[in-house]
C-alpha cells in the first residue's frame, strides 16, 4: 500500500492521506515477469527440454553458461526422479547430488535454484536445505 499526503486544498497543501490499495500488480511487472520467462526459454530451450518439469532460476542458467556445465537428456531425467521422489517426501529445499553436479532445488516449484559441479564440493557448506538427493 502506498501513502501519499496531500492538503486540504488538493495537492499543494497537507493532511489528507491517500491510499492505494494494493492488490494486482503494475503492468510494467506484468510485463517483467513475461518477458523474463521469455528470455529462459528462448535463452536456453536446451537446458529445459520438452516435457522435463524441471525449471532453472537465472542464477543457475549463469552458472551454466559460466562453468560450460552441459546437462544431457540423461542427467535431466535423473534430475526430474529426485525431484519426483523429494516431492513424495514433501521436502522442500534439497540437494541432488548427480555423478557430475550438486543443485539445490526449490521442490514444489520444481525449480533449480543454484548448481555447481561435483569437484568444486570440497569445503562447501549448504544452508536452508531440508534434504539431500543422491542419484544412482
Known amino acids: ?3 501519499r ?3 486540504p486544498g488538493g495537492a499543494g497543501g ?3 492521506v491517500i491510499r492505494r490499495r ?3 500488480k503494475p503492468p510494467q511487472d506484468r510485463f517483467g515477469d513475461a518477458l523474463d520467462l521469455a528470455l529462459r526459454e ?3 530451450p536446451e537446458v529445459r527440454g520438452p516435457g522435463t518439469g524441471v525449471e532453472f532460476s537465472r542464477h543457475a542458467l549463469a552458472r551454466l553458461e559460466s562453468r560450460g556445465v ?3 537428456g540423461e542427467e535431466l531425467a535423473r534430475l526430474e526422479e529426485a525431484i519426483d521422489q523429494l516431492a513424495a517426501h514433501g521436502a522442500r529445499e534439497s540437494l541432488i547430488l548427480t555423478d557430475e553436479n550438486a543443485y539445490v532445488v526449490g521442490i514444489p516449484k520444481r525449480r533449480v535454484i ?3 559441479e561435483r569437484s568444486d564440493l570440497r569445503g562447501q557448506i549448504f544452508t536452508q536445505i531440508d ?3 543422491v542419484t544412482r
Open 131 to 133: 534434504s539431500t538427493f
Open 42 to 44: 528462448v535463452a536456453a
Open 14 to 16: 497537507y493532511g489528507q
Open 114 to 116: 543454484t548448481l555447481m
Open 1 to 3: 500500500m502506498t501513502d
Open 5 to 7: 499526503v496531500q492538503g
Open 70 to 72: 552441459g546437462l544431457g
Open 22 to 24: 494494493g492488490g494486482a
